[in-house]
């Protein structure tokens, strides 16, 4: 049938033959889009008298919205905290090459760096929407340098800061040479000053987490009713969950959090950064808020062996990211351990065992976090969808089916592989 | 008339498409020369259980209708007489209906034409009678206060006019509507008893909603049941050979 378009000339495609996530459940519903959004087929066929130009057969497949990675810190070679000649041009090759995991907006993350790096890197990682070129950056989340000493992980030491005496943002303005394109600040809420901080850095849209801190409880809950809508990797780089006093973990069934808003919590989903037992507790605890994140590293997508984070040097083997010790012995003494059926084996001689970020996909992470919890496959869905959307505030846009969201888009099997990535209702990525 | 009864609503509802299937078939619709259905219509459009979101839910969105050929009264219209007389010169301007598929009210009662509608009404505004609000409230949360007291609808004559009309008919509720319909006589209180005088009139039912029906005009028309079967067979040839 021609087009028509009493409204909008643009064509209108409908998917037919699938699944679609909608109200929590995996609906046999066609999806219709146009200019690049979600459609209201029933508006379109009594107010406009219009229908379909093109229809797409999914094959019985599952339609999802497209995943949002709010923790990433590069990919395939690319460190978004190593200052290179373009930075801006290194975020558009991992927002390209993460199209084939699902991801569609992100938030490129740097790891805690001198000022001279912010200077350098931020004022290029502009927020941008996604396309055939890449995913849409949401976003820069700065994790770091305002954090613990003790919970510093794999950040460089020689780089951490404090707020000083002044309160407000200002010593951030300083360091990270302004807040444009900064969509969340990972800090750690005990050290002093960070009150203020916690609340400016709030009114002005940005979302405040709590991570790499040996913040109690109430020093989580005061920043949380100052702000604080977020917690960097649950159960990493924090206090362990203490029954007398449960730290930051224990945000996840605080009653202190204020009326009508949500504390929402990043889990590396990637069966190594935290214990499957671990995932369920807290996914059983406060389902709502886990928000799947691959907080991936530059060696995500690269062969195993040496690379660059940030300040430091990392090692990979399997599906582990290990920090480099400073010796090099030549023939190390392989102790062979076997954590579980994907890893071949860990060296104990050459480095640390202190973990660095993770080299999984996002697709991986959302396969493994339903395989661990049990859970259903819409709320693993919404885990790395719907729940990031709302932790920034643009649900009514992203990681949605909503009729008037942005048409981005995931085609999976039943297992949650993937077929195709779709932004704005155009196939940016196809198996 | 000619009475189908099947042993359950599925049964029922399946009969009843398949007649409609095949009517259309050998019809054979042309780009010229439409199959024109016609449907009870009714409430008004801004509600989720407004009859625009339950066709669309539960018949436009399955087939692949042109939208310009989707005709329903708008309960939203600014002036509602013109409205209807509007809808009325649309079905004569597609030549008629050539077949009106409905249900019946508990109260008797085909479209929203309620107990004491003329036998002989056009397309027009109608307040509903209580039993049609209770009905209709498991559509608004069984809230009796948020079912629509108005609705426009096709008049008892102009499903008259249809040159085939199909009442479907499922559930113990309507045993005694059926009843009336069927074997009292034509009565104003009863509209759907109207179609005694049309001359092709079927009611597609399930055993229960022949409950108060006398024996033997269950056993006369379950008798007939082979001769009703040949016309849901699929049709292989477009011969008309419906009589």
């Known amino acids: 049938m021609p087009s028509n378009g009493s409204v909008s000339d643009a064509p209108i495609t409908q998917f037919i033959n699938c699944r679609i996530l909608k109200e929590h459940t995996l609906q046999r519903e066609d999806l219709w889009v146009r200019d690049g959004r979600i459609l209201d087929p029933e508006k379109l066929f009594f107010d406009e008298q219009g229908y379909a130009d093109r229809q797409l057969d999914c094959g019985g497949a599952i339609l999802a919205p497209g995943f949002i990675d709010v923790q990433l810190n590069g990919g395939y070679g690319v460190d978004f905290s190593t200052p290179s000649e373009d930075p801006g041009a290194g975020v558009a090759f991992v927002a390209k090459k993460i199209l084939e995991h699902g991801v569609t907006s992100f938030c490129p993350t740097l790891v805690t760096s001198p000022p001279s790096v912010y200077h350098k890197v931020l004022p290029e990682v502009k927020v941008q929407s996604g396309g055939v070129h890449g995913a849409g950056v949401l976003g820069v989340h700065l994790e770091g340098p305002f954090i613990s000493l003790e919970k510093k992980g794999a950040h460089p030491e020689q780089f951490l800061r404090t707020f000083g005496g002044s309160g407000g943002v200002n010593p951030l303005l300083e360091v990270y040479g302004g807040l444009d394109n900064v969509s969340m600040v990972t800090l750690a809420p005990e050290l002093a000053g960070s009150q203020s901080v916690v609340e400016e850095l709030s009114q ?134 076997t954590f579980d059926s994907r890893i071949l084996n860990v060296f104990w001689g050459l480095g640390t065992t202190t973990l660095s970020g993770s080299i999984a996909t996002m697709d991986m992470c959302v396969r493994h976090f339903q395989q661990a919890s049990g859970c259903s496959v819409p709320e693993a869905l919404e885990a790395a969808s719907l729940h990031p959307a709302q932790l920034l505030g643009i649900s009514h846009q992203k990681g949605s089916l909503e009729y008037g969201c942005d048409a981005d888009l995931v085609l999976m099997d039943d297992q949650m592989v993937l077929e195709a990535t779709y932004i704005s209702g155009v196939e940016v990525w196809r198996k | 008339m000619r009475l189908v009864i099947l042993e359950d609503y599925d049964l029922a509802s399946e009969w009843a498409a398949k007649y409609i299937r095949n009517r259309i078939i050998t019809f054979r619709p042309t780009a010229q020369r ?89 397309t027009r505004v109608k307040t509903l009678a209580k039993d049609t609000i209770v009905a209709n409230a498991r559509f608004f949360g069984h809230d009796l206060s948020k079912v629509p007291t108005m609705a426009l609808t096709v008049g008892v004559g102009t499903v008259m006019d249809s040159r085939e009309v199909m009442i479907v008919i499922t559930g113990a509720h309507k045993a005694f509507a059926l009843y009336k319909a069927i074997e009292d006589g034509v009565n104003h209180m009863w509209t759907v008893s109207a179609f005694q005088q049309h001359p092709r009139t079927i009611f597609v039912c399930d055993e229960d909603a022949t409950l108060e029906l006398r024996v033997k005009t269950v056993k006369y028309f379950k008798g007939l049941m082979h001769v009703h079967n040949k016309l849901v067979d699929p049709v292989l040839t477009m011969k008309n050979d419906l009589s």
């Open chain 1, 204 to 337: 002005r849209g940005v979302t405040v987490s709590l991570g790499h801190s040996v913040a109690n409880l109430s020093q989580a809950e005061e920043a949380v009713q100052q702000g604080a809508s977020f917690i960097t990797h649950l159960f990493n780089a924090m206090l362990p969950f203490h029954h007398r006093d449960p730290g930051i973990v224990g945000l996840l069934t605080s009653n202190r959090i204020p009326a009508g808003r949500s504390v929402f919590y990043g889990m590396i989903a990637d069966g190594i950064h935290t214990n499957p037992a671990a995932l369920r507790i807290a996914h059983r605890a406060h389902p709502a808020g886990l928000v799947l994140v691959t907080d991936a590293i530059m060696a995500m997508g690269l062969p195993p062996g040496r690379h660059t984070l940030g300040q430091q040097v990392i090692e990979i083997q399997g599906l582990h990211a290990y920090v480099a010790g400073n010796t090099l012995t030549s023939s190390p003494v392989p102790n062979q351990l």
């Open chain 2, 34 to 122: 439409y199959f024109t259905l016609g449907l009870p219509t009714g409430l008004p459009r801004a509600h989720p259980e407004s009859y625009h979101s339950y066709m669309w839910n539960n018949f436009f969105k399955h087939v692949d209708i042109d939208p310009a050929n989707a005709h329903i009264l708008d309960g939203n219209a600014q002036d509602l007489e013109a409205e209807c007389a509007v809808f009325e010169k649309d079905i004569a301007d597609a030549g008629g209906i050539d077949l009106f598929v409905g249900g019946i009210g508990p109260d008797g009662h085909i479209a929203f034409n309620e107990p004491g509608s003329s036998l002989v009404s056009r």
